[in-house]
């Protein structure tokens, strides 16, 4: 198996647009090399205090400032890349391109960023790597992590006593290698809103479950019960194995596969006036087509959490939210990406 790499040259700043722009064209996740020091808080997310781990430019060879993504798509024996893209329906297509034609949506995308924010040099490489177990590599990356008092753990790993003795609740993730970690800012951002609107009396709705973290932990924070809906077949392995990891039985966290957005079947099995909370961590090309959708599931008074929306698309999403009728309640911004949590009066 081979895979072509698509490398962007651009500043630090830019990292996080450029991934969620590039989104957009079906490239998912990129490999990050900057000189950008690790902070405190990642320090103790990672258990470690080793300055020798800092990035060093003599070292790395990358220029203050400066930051390399790099996209990995696998060749097909045809020559050919397979991207995952949405359409216009919210349903996933599979598009097979050309080399050429990819290089060429990257290009056309970061000329879109530039009319707007400096991303820097903004110039792309294009080479083929042999095979490399991507799918299990970033594996080494991921250790346990806390947001705030909650310490999340991946499967491979075992907590300590003085995690459980810091730590007011803990999840076991097993992420797969399809979905979040809970790591990103995102989802972050949603579960800080799920501890303070969850009640023990809470059903809720999550769309695009994934691996099920946010739902999972809705559970722990007292929710009655949860209903998930993914677009992707592999979220139900993910999340059958992260419930039983944390103890979750199966007549709390119902799992449906298919789009709420224009799937009747699925909209009449998901049920409407009936969810006390809605969560979306999802990009805001698909929040927009939703929220007047999710409008049928939520109960009157009911909380709508929405996230996975990058700065530069939050008036985007906050015009869907009172388009719906929905009265906004609180916007948090993290990094360079922002929440909306409102309610349906």
């Given at each position: 198996m081979k895979w072509m790499r698509f490398r962007v040259r651009t500043n630090e700043e830019s990292e996080d647009i450029i991934v969620s722009y590039l989104e957009d064209i079906g490239l998912e996740g990129a490999q990050i090399e900057d000189n950008v020091p690790l902070t405190a808080a990642d320090k103790?997310?990672?258990?470690?205090?080793?300055?020798?781990?800092?990035?060093?430019?003599?070292?790395?060879?990358?220029?203050?400032?400066?930051?390399?993504?790099?996209?990995?798509?696998?060749?097909?024996?045809?020559?050919?890349?397979?991207?995952?893209?949405?359409?216009?329906?919210?349903e996933p297509v599979k598009v097979k391109k050309s080399p050429e034609e990819m290089l060429s949506a990257i290009k056309e995308k970061l000329d879109e960023l530039r009319s707007f924010s400096d991303i820097g040099d903004g110039t792309v490489s294009v080479d083929v790597t042999e095979d490399i177990d991507w799918i299990n590599n970033w594996k080494q990356y991921f250790h346990k992590f806390y947001i705030d008092d909650i310490l999340i753990i991946p499967s491979w790993e075992k907590e300590t006593a003085e995690d459980l003795e810091k730590a007011s609740m803990v999840l076991h993730i097993d992420?797969?290698?399809?979905?979040?970690?809970?790591?990103?800012?995102?989802?972050?951002?949603?579960?800080?809103?799920?501890?303070?609107?969850?009640?023990?009396?809470?059903?809720?709705?999550?769309?695009?479950?994934?691996?099920?973290?946010?739902?999972?932990?809705?559970?722990?924070?007292?929710?009655?019960?949860?209903?998930?809906?993914?677009?992707?077949?592999?979220?139900?392995?993910?999340?059958?194995?992260n419930m039983t990891n944390n103890g979750i039985t199966d007549d709390r966290f119902e799992m449906m596969i298919g789009n709420i957005i224009d799937d009747k079947e699925v909209q009449d099995r998901v049920g409407y006036d009936k969810y006390d909370i809605v969560v979306a961590n999802i990009l805001a090309n698909v929040l927009v087509p939703l929220t007047p959708v999710i409008m049928n599931q939520l109960k009157k008074g009911g909380i709508y959490i929405t996230s996975g929306i990058i700065n530069t698309k939050e008036e985007e999403v906050k015009k869907a939210h009172l388009d719906a009728g929905l009265e906004i309640l609180e916007i948090h911004h993290q990094g360079d990406w922002v929440s909306i949590t409102s309610r349906k009066n």
């Open positions: 103790e997310q990672m258990f470690i205090d080793a300055p020798e781990l800092e990035p060093d430019e003599e070292e790395t060879g990358i220029e203050s400032g400066v930051a390399y993504l790099s996209f990995f798509v696998e060749i097909d024996d045809e020559n050919r890349l397979t991207v995952e893209l949405m359409g216009d329906d919210g992420p797969g290698t399809a979905f979040g970690t809970g790591m990103h800012e995102t989802t972050q951002l949603c579960i800080r809103m799920l501890k303070k609107y969850v009640t023990k009396e809470t059903e809720l709705l999550d769309v695009g479950t994934g691996s099920g973290v946010l739902s999972i932990l809705s559970l722990m924070f007292g929710a009655k019960h949860c209903v998930g809906t993914d677009l992707d077949k592999c979220a139900v392995p993910a999340v059958a194995e």
